[in-house]
């Protein structure tokens, strides 16, 4: 009885030991040491700061990563420009990308913020979201075509 | 009552005087005015438009307005051309876009807010105000139904509300006037998802749409509608596609509306006022004449008469 115990606590150890290494391969919530501020790593992102309407988007940044031809393609203040794919810099999973990303990204909401009527020209952060992703997603045909897709593609209505 | 020929001679040549000159020099005072400087207005971009239908959702809400029959997710209503309604300060209608039929055109439709508002000169009891701010505004209170701001509108926008035969009212767009008082920004612009519908002063506006156009000359056409047409709208629109193919008016005039009909309105209390007198003093005078001179002849036949 006594080894069977003893069996069962050195699975679970190794089981302790092997899982941070793991880490980062679905999500990067409570993944490695906190990440600078500014800094997203890549996983799924939930964005949820304009979460009135609709519940918070789930964004897969891997799956964006693997289609982006730059990085700059969606973060444009990013250094790359438009000559460095993302996959040349960065791993794509978190652990690593944290090593290798050497600049912070800035977060869209660190410029953009609410409307400011005495800009006109300067979009606000739901812009900022949506422009970005319409620059793709329009031509694909998920916006633009029906006012029921906002909610079939991307967010989930709220209930009540 | 007695009127010497100096006075009366004198009351004519004033009445003729400001019955000739008044219009002219009523539409010299208006004509110096070139509307309220840092108004606001809102500039609507075709381009990023993508037919959401979050603007006249958040006009419903912010407006108190009925719920719709037909929710605002359901596409089923752009299958007609809509207009703005007393439940409906704004509206979303769909075009084909023939370059590119995958991407159809939305337009949103609601009041202009004109530089000089025809719904305003067209009223008779002064129920429309343009306001400091740019917002045209109306005074439900006032309004008793004649509805000459709907026929006066070039843009088809004033709605009327059927619901009470008592309280006859006219109802449109009023840029969330209160909202802007309070600092916020009108509904349709804050619930934009894309910013196409833009707030802001219309100076500061008539830049940006022109540096868009400049920038992008291959996405614009190079026309800011609202900039000159019918005197200037405060609610402005830059478009990939000409204006005419999404139902815009093209053929209105640069100068505002009232200008058209300006000479003639004048001069109606003109008509009713100094016409009667002038004529009727004429009239009186010359009936005045012919009786003297009867009488006159009278006098002398019957003097001959008797010398006879």
Redesign the interface.
């Known amino acids: 009885m006594k080894k069977i115990v003893f069996c069962l606590m050195a699975i679970c150890l190794v089981l302790l030991l092997v899982q941070p290494l793991c880490a980062g391969s679905d999500s990067n919530a409570g993944a490695g040491p906190a990440a600078p501020s500014g800094v997203s790593a890549p996983g799924t992102i939930l964005l949820d700061s304009l979460s009135r309407i609709y519940e918070p988007v789930n964004f897969n940044h891997d799956m964006h990563t693997s289609v982006a031809e730059h990085c700059s393609q969606c973060h444009h203040e990013h250094p790359s420009a438009k000559e460095v794919t993302c996959t040349e810099c960065h791993s794509i999973t978190a652990t690593d990308f944290r090593r290798s990303a050497k600049t912070g990204f800035i977060a869209c909401r660190s410029c953009h913020a609410a409307?400011d009527?005495?800009?006109?020209?300067f979009?606000?952060l739901?812009?900022a979201?949506?422009?970005t992703c319409?620059q793709c997603h329009?031509?694909m045909?998920d916006?633009?075509?029906?006012?029921?897709s906002?909610?079939m593609k991307c967010h989930a209505k709220k209930k009540g | 009552m007695s009127l010497d020929r100096r006075q009366f001679l004198k009351t004519v040549s004033v009445l003729t005087g400001s019955a000739v000159l008044g219009p002219y020099t009523s539409a010299l005072a208006s004509g110096e005015f070139h509307g309220w400087p840092d108004r606001?207005g809102m500039?609507t971009d075709f381009t990023?438009c993508?037919?959401?239908?979050s603007c006249e959702k958040a006009c419903n809400e912010v407006n108190h307005l009925p719920q719709p029959e037909v929710p605002?997710?359901?596409?089923s209503v752009f299958d007609t051309q809509r207009r703005p309604t007393a439940h409906a300060y704004t509206v979303v209608n769909r075009y084909e876009n023939t370059g590119d039929p995958?991407?159809?055109i939305y337009r949103k439709v609601q009041c202009n807010h004109c530089n000089e508002p025809a719904c305003a000169s067209a009223c008779p009891i002064h129920a429309y105000t343009k306001t400091p701010e740019g917002p045209v505004l109306y005074n439900e209170n006032l309004c008793f139904g004649c509805r000459y701001c709907m026929i006066a509108c070039p843009f088809y926008v004033p709605a009327y509300d059927y619901a009470s035969a008592f309280e006859p009212r006219i109802v449109k767009c009023v840029m969330c006037y209160d909202r802007i008082r309070e600092g916020k920004?009108p509904g349709c612009?804050?619930a934009?998802?894309?910013?196409s519908v833009?707030?802001?002063?219309r100076s500061?506006?008539l830049k940006?749409a022109a540096?868009?156009i400049a920038k992008d000359p291959e996405r614009y056409i190079d026309h800011i509608y609202g900039e000159r047409e019918a005197g200037g709208t405060g609610w402005l629109y830059i478009s990939g596609v000409p204006f005419e193919q999404l139902g815009f008016s093209t053929d209105l005039p640069e100068k505002p509306m009232v200008e058209e009909v300006k000479g003639f309105l004048s001069s109606v209390p003109v008509v009713f006022t100094v016409w009667p007198a002038l004529f009727g003093s004429i009239y009186a005078a010359s009936r005045h004449h012919e009786a003297y001179t009867r009488e006159e002849m009278q006098h002398q036949s019957k003097e001959g008469g008797k010398e006879k």
């Open positions: 409307i009527p005495a800009q006109p020209g979009p606000g739901k812009a979201y949506h422009r319409f329009r031509d045909g916006v633009g075509l029906d006012p029921l906002c909610s | 606001y500039l990023e993508v037919g959401c239908r605002f997710d359901d596409k995958g991407k159809p920004i612009a804050e934009c998802p894309t910013q833009t707030f802001g002063k500061d506006l940006l540096e868009k």
